[in-house]
């Protein structure tokens, strides 16, 4: 089991070295200390691929399952029902429910994830997240339908943030430019990135967006944007990264962050590189 393991290191190992050699970008990797990387995992939907979670995505389990991983963070989505409470949830449409956004709490409360929970409110996936202060929430505000509805979720997610006392362990992502807009006006100290792909890093400081999240695609369709953004203070994350190609592209490349469904083959790929590195 140690040889097999120690075979599969290696290999991972060696991988590393090859693709980096073969890479011609990989100069983009100019970070102030390039003798080792730092690139994180964020557990998208949370560590839902653990065996223990059953496969229930945006679950309290696959927070739980993230955080006894040691993910740098566990990505969930947020929705506001029409009576107005914050559930986590990917939505629009939940278990038979078309669209949780105008159904009320206790339609979606009711329904049961794969592992039997119910749908978690915001307030109980808090309450897991600030058991391990050591993996911080990465969450996601989904779009709702106008802008004064999403102004009035921002207030709402914030307020409970900050009287869960979590503001240091939470940090925001959003596809809606509205909503990462009223989380800067909100809460100006809070770590905000853009989802949608369609924005420069120049744009987002602009607007004093902190990071950008988006698709491998992008980032290869605009090859200046990871330097661009390393110079202006902008965090990178790439989204969501589930093959093998991807993964050792993302660690090349040394972005800050890499969401994906397997935390787990992330996080040998980055130990495969540092362990190289270290030779
Ligand atoms: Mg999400």
């Not at 391990?132 to 709702?144: A, D, Q, S, Y």
């Not at 240091?168 to 909503?179: G, K, N, P, R, W």
């Amino acid at each position: 089991m140690l040889h097999g393991k120690f075979i599969l290191m290696a290999g991972l190992a060696l991988l590393a070295v090859s693709c980096s050699d073969n890479d011609t970008t990989v100069d983009d990797n100019d970070r102030s200390h390039p003798s080792t990387n730092d690139t994180k995992v964020i557990a998208h939907r949370g560590y839902w691929n653990a065996p223990e979670t059953k496969g229930a995505q945006n679950s309290i389990a696959s927070l739980k399952a993230a955080q006894d991983f040691g993910a740098y963070g566990a990505e969930f989505d947020v929705n506001m029902t029409a009576d107005d409470k914050l559930v986590v949830l990917h939505g629009p449409s939940h278990k038979g429910i078309s669209n949780v956004q105008t159904a009320d709490f206790e339609q979606v409360r009711a329904k049961t994830l794969e592992n039997g929970e119910p749908t978690p409110t915001l307030a109980e996936y808090l309450e897991q997240g600030a058991k391990n202060k050591g993996t911080k929430l990465i969450l996601e505000i989904k779009n709702h339908a106008t802008d004064a509805r999403e102004t009035q979720v921002v207030e709402a997610v914030i307020d409970e943030v900050e009287s869960a006392g979590m503001k240091e362990q939470v940090e925001y992502i959003a596809f809606s430019l509205h909503v990462c807009k009223e989380i800067v006006r909100l809460d100006p100290e809070a770590k905000v990135a853009y989802l949608n792909g369609d924005l420069s890093p120049a744009e987002l400081k602009e607007l004093g967006i902190t990071g950008l999240d988006y698709q491998k695609a992008k980032m290869t369709a605009n090859p200046s944007w990871l330097r661009d953004a390393r110079a202006l203070g902008i965090t990178v994350n790439v989204w969501t990264i589930n093959n093998a190609d991807d993964m050792q592209w993302a660690v090349n490349k040394g972005v800050d962050y890499i969401t994906t469904d397997y935390p787990d083959q992330v996080q040998a790929v980055i130990d495969a590189k540092n362990a190289a590195i270290k030779k």
